[in-house]
C-alpha cells in the first residue's frame, strides 16, 4: 500500500468517527444539512474548525469565540478510528464485518459517553454484517449469544452491577465473536475500566467505551 492510500484510509476512518460523534449526539433529532456549533457557546464553526484533528492543532483545541476547552477526546478517538481502518487493511480483514461493527460501536459509545444510555435501535447498525455472515455462510454463535446475555442478565438483575444496554450489546458481540473472544472482550473491558478507575476516581462510569476498545482490540489481534 503506498503511503497515499494509506492517508486517505487514516482520513476517511477520523471522518466517520467524527461524523458518528455528531450523529450520537444529535440522535434522534438528527438534522444533516445542520451547520457544526460551539457546544458552549452555539458559535457557528468555521470550516477549517470542522476538519477532524487537523483542526484541534490548528485551533489550539479551544474554542476561537469563547476560548471553550474542545476536549482531547474527540481528536484521540478520531486518530483511533483512521488507524483501526489502517489496521483493517493491513491485516486484510473483512470491510462488511470491520466498517458496520466500528460503526455501530462508535455511535453507540458516544451516546452513552453523552447521556448515559442508549437507544437500542443502534443496534440495527451491525444488521449488514449478519446479512453478509449469512449469505457467505460465515459462523453465528447465536446460543453463545443467549447464554452471555442470560448470564450478563442475571448479573443486572441481581448485583445491578452492568447496566442493560452493556448486556445486550455483549449479548449482540458474543453472537459475533464466540464465547473465546466475547470472554476476552469482557475480560478487556473490565481491565480498562479498573486501570481508569485509578486514573480518575469521580468519574461515574460508562461501560460501552470499554466494551467498544476492547472488542477493537480483541477483532484486530485474534
Ligand atoms: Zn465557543
Known amino acids: 500500500m503506498t503511503y497515499l492510500f494509506n492517508l486517505v484510509v487514516f482520513v476517511l476512518g477520523s471522518s466517520i468517527v467524527s461524523f458518528l460523534t455528531v450523529i450520537a449526539h444529535d440522535f434522534p433529532k438528527i438534522?444533516?444539512?445542520r451547520r457544526s456549533q460551539c457546544n458552549n457557546c452555539q458559535n457557528i464553526l468555521s470550516w477549517y474548525e470542522l476538519i477532524p484533528i487537523f483542526s484541534f492543532i490548528l485551533t489550539g483545541g479551544n474554542c476561537k469565540k469563547c476560548n471553550f476547552d474542545i476536549p482531547i477526546m474527540y481528536p484521540i478517538t478520531e486518530?483511533?478510528?483512521g488507524l483501526y481502518l489502517i489496521v483493517v487493511l493491513i491485516k486484510d480483514k473483512d470491510i462488511y464485518f470491520a466498517i458496520p461493527l466500528m460503526i455501530m460501536l462508535v455511535t453507540l459509545s458516544f451516546m452513552d459517553y453523552f447521556y448515559g444510555y442508549i437507544y437500542p435501535v443502534c443496534y440495527a447498525l451491525i444488521l449488514p454484517t449478519f446479512i453478509y455472515a449469512l449469505l457467505h455462510g460465515y459462523p453465528l454463535y447465536f446460543i453463545t449469544g443467549?447464554?452471555?446475555y442470560s448470564a450478563l442478565f442475571l448479573m443486572n438483575h441481581f448485583y445491578q452491577s452492568i447496566g442493560l444496554g452493556d448486556?445486550?450489546?455483549l449479548g449482540?458481540?458474543?453472537i459475533l465473536f464466540g464465547y473465546e473472544d466475547i470472554l476476552?472482550?469482557?475480560l478487556i473491558s473490565?481491565?480498562?475500566c479498573i486501570i481508569h478507575y485509578f486514573g480518575n476516581k469521580k468519574r461515574s462510569f460508562r461501560f460501552i467505551p470499554y466494551i467498544t476498545a476492547?472488542?477493537?482490540i480483541v477483532y484486530l489481534i485474534s
Do not use: F, M, S
Open 214 to 216: 476492547a472488542t477493537g
Open 172 to 174: 449482540l458481540l458474543a
Open 31 to 33: 438534522q444533516l444539512n
Open 167 to 169: 448486556v445486550e450489546l
Open 146 to 148: 443467549i447464554l452471555t
Open 184 to 186: 476476552k472482550i469482557i
Open 190 to 192: 473490565c481491565l480498562l
Open 79 to 81: 486518530t483511533i478510528g
